[in-house]
């Protein structure tokens, strides 16, 4: 059987450089010493996934931050929109990344070893809380048709399922939620749902 390994990072909120994110905290040497961390590791990870809210404010310049932070990576990286980002300026920045499309929602699915990595695009412009429309959904279900022999990881923002971390779940996945469920139960290789957003491992 074919081992594929994956690295998770996510709510990076990358600010231009000297600056705080939230006004507190520089975050910047924390991904630096996880960049550092991975390209450590005895067994190179195939991918690494990056769940959302890379930036804090979405602006050019935070992004040409977060770009020159991921340098020293060897392997494919895959980016996803959280709530803090912007499609467009996140495109614009990394115009070597195809799988980020043109417009619309980023949505991709791409083969990493032995699985495909399939991604949901759960951002509401402009709001914290996210959620999935019948398009997006419709997506989905494509997608993973096309990829039913094989082991799927789904990655998404927000998280779809209750936390009963209040403020949290107020600004989770207010829509589609029910629908996803009851799409990935259909499908007994989705090994994974990765999502960001909590700032914790839970």
Not at 43 to 66: I, N, S
Not at 77 to 99: A, K, M, T
Request: charged share 20%; proline share 7%; net charge negative.
């Amino acid at each position: 059987m074919t081992q594929t390994l994956i690295v998770q990072l996510s709510d990076t909120h990358i600010r231009e450089p000297g600056r705080l994110a939230y006004g507190r905290l520089d975050t910047a040497p924390y991904l630096k010493q996880a960049v550092e961390a991975i390209n450590r590791m005895p067994q190179k990870p195939d991918a690494v996934v990056m769940t959302g809210d890379l930036t804090d404010f979405g602006r050019e310049a935070e992004y040409d931050h977060l770009r020159l932070l991921l340098k020293p990576l060897s392997m494919p990286v895959y980016l996803l929109p959280g709530n803090h980002d912007d499609r467009q300026q996140l495109r614009n920045s990394f115009p070597e990344y195809n799988y980020l499309g043109e417009d619309g929602f980023i949505q991709y699915s791409v083969p990493i070893g032995g699985l495909q990595l399939i991604t949901l695009d759960t951002v509401v412009p402009q709001q914290s809380e996210g959620g999935l429309c019948t398009e997006r959904l419709a997506w989905l279900a494509s997608e993973l048709e096309k990829h039913s022999n094989r082991p799927v990881i789904v990655a998404m923002h927000h998280p779809p399922f209750k936390t009963l971390i209040g403020h949290m779940d107020a600004i989770g996945l207010l829509g589609g939620g029910a629908e996803l469920e009851s799409l990935l139960a259909r499908h007994p290789n989705v090994e994974r749902v990765i999502c960001g957003h909590l700032h914790r491992a839970i």
